[in-house]
């Protein structure tokens, strides 16, 4: 238990791209609206969620990413605590839509301080069948709507938005080469902000990103070096980019 804590629309997107790419997610689109105090989604092509785990997807401290304390030791996703999500609905209005490959349809639940809750006055509280393709939505509405002090705090939607942009920005270049899209855009535009194409590569996305003059200005350095264990005939590589 780490106590995560959404302090601004941006962390919100960290977080849900993060379980986007542990999801196994190609594509990520960022929608924001306001900055994301309004409206922000976030769509991917993961491996979705099953139904019978979208009762529980939102409790804190509750992770399909480990099973066993031995799962500890060998930790491969950015999240594990089970917490983010949680927090993003103690702060605002979350609803979730998911598809997995094997799901006959896809699912849509709606979810207030970390329990699912009922679409409408008078029905059940669970998650309803709905058209949708494989992967997950999770639209997040009138964030800090019970934090008046704090949303208030805010000066404008331009600084926040330009704050998301800045993450996704860094994820699209950290993962330049591993043939994943980023997306982001305003609410109601047709055109994106920021797009970087999944066979593009990390320089690519600098160029993107920060423009010509910025990239041409990289140089590509690999390294490598013996290996340190007897018998083990594979050497260790590296790249990075430097000026």
């Keep these: 238990a780490a106590g995560e804590v959404i302090q601004r629309p941006c962390n919100a997107v960290k977080?849900?791209?993060?379980?986007?790419?542990?999801?196994?997610?190609?594509?990520?689109?960022?929608?924001?609206?306001?900055?994301?105090?309004?409206?922000?989604?976030?769509?991917?092509n993961g491996h979705g969620i099953r139904r019978e785990d979208l009762g529980i997807v939102c409790e804190r401290f509750t992770t399909s990413k480990i099973s066993n304390?031995?799962?500890?030791?060998?930790?491969?996703?950015?999240?594990?605590?089970g917490e983010a999500l949680a927090s993003i609905t103690h702060v605002a209005n979350v609803t979730l839509v998911t598809k997995t490959k094997d799901s006959p349809c896809a699912y849509k639940a709606k979810f207030c301080d970390g329990s699912i809750v009922a679409h409408r006055a008078g029905?059940?509280?669970?998650?309803?069948?709905?058209?949708?393709?494989?992967?997950?939505?999770?639209?997040?509405?009138?964030?800090?709507h019970n934090m008046t002090s704090r949303k208030n705090a805010y000066r404008g939607g331009s600084e926040e938005y330009n704050r998301i942009?800045?993450?996704i920005t860094?994820?699209?270049?950290?993962?330049?080469?591993?043939?994943?899209?980023?997306t982001s855009k305003k609410h109601g535009h047709s055109s994106p902000d920021f797009h970087t194409p999944s066979?593009?590569?990390?320089?690519?996305?600098?160029?993107?990103?920060?423009?010509?003059?910025?990239?041409?200005?990289?140089?590509?350095?690999?390294?490598?070096?013996?290996?340190?264990?007897?018998?083990?005939?594979?050497?260790?590589?590296?790249?990075?980019?430097?000026?």
């Design 15 to 44: 977080e849900m791209i993060e379980n986007s790419l542990d999801a196994g997610a190609t594509s990520i689109s960022v929608t924001s609206k306001n900055g994301g105090l309004s409206f922000l989604q976030i769509q991917d």
């Design 69 to 81: 304390f031995e799962d500890l030791k060998s930790i491969s996703t950015f999240g594990f605590r």
């Design 123 to 144: 029905e059940k509280a669970e998650a309803k069948p709905c058209a949708g393709v494989i992967g997950t939505i999770i639209t997040v509405e009138d964030l800090f």
């Design 165 to 167: 942009l800045a993450v």
């Design 170 to 182: 860094q994820y699209a270049i950290h993962y330049g080469d591993k043939h994943i899209s980023f």
């Design 199 to 243: 066979k593009s590569s990390t320089l690519e996305n600098i160029k993107i990103a920060y423009g010509k003059n910025v990239s041409d200005e990289l140089l590509s350095i690999g390294s490598s070096h013996a290996p340190t264990t007897p018998g083990n005939a594979a050497s260790e590589s590296s790249n990075i980019l430097g000026e």
